[in-house]
């Protein structure tokens, strides 16, 4: 939950922050795994995701345009220590309730993200940081206590 929190509070993981470039983050990280099209068409695509477990970071121009955490309730999954030091991989369901009550005991400002809420999902982004957390009912395959609550999915900040 504390790094849940720190990256909603500050729009960053630890070092890692939108703008820094590509070479920085994996000299911090290790090489991550580029996204197939990456593959395909080399390194200078944009919009394409690197991954180092259930981080990714996005790039534009060699150059991180996006932090963010996939989450699968009901499920565990890996961090590199950079992100989550002295453990290699940790509980992922997170009710949309704690974390909002987590980010006010942290004096974290947050509204309703109106355009990521619809259906079976609701969103919030923090301010100043401009983080999103979108929160969805689990699917069939999520094994999770109660199936008709919100759990956090997805953490993620874009620059503009």
């Known amino acids: 939950m504390d790094v849940l929190v720190d990256f909603s509070l500050t729009g960053r993981i630890g070092p890692l922050r939108c703008g820094m470039s590509l070479a920085e983050a994996e000299d911090l990280l290790g090489p991550g795994r580029p996204h197939p099209a990456h593959i395909l068409k080399g390194p200078d695509i944009d919009g394409y995701p690197y991954s180092w477990g259930a981080l990714r970071l ?59 809420t619809f259906g079976r999902q609701s969103s919030i982004i923090t301010q100043p940081a ?22 956090l999915s997805v953490l993620h900040k874009h620059t503009a």
């Open 58 to 116: 996005e790039v534009t121009q060699r150059a991180v345009s996006g932090i963010g955490l996939d989450l699968w309730p009901g499920s565990t999954v890996r961090l590199p220590p950079l992100v989550l030091p002295d453990s290699e991989s940790y509980e992922t369901t997170v009710l949309r309730e704690e974390l909002i009550a987590a980010l006010d005991g942290a004096g974290c400002r947050h509204v309703v993200n109106g355009n990521l």
């Open 130 to 151: 401009d983080v999103c957390a979108v929160f969805s009912v689990p699917a069939r395959d999520h094994q999770v206590p109660h199936r008709d609550r919100h759990y």
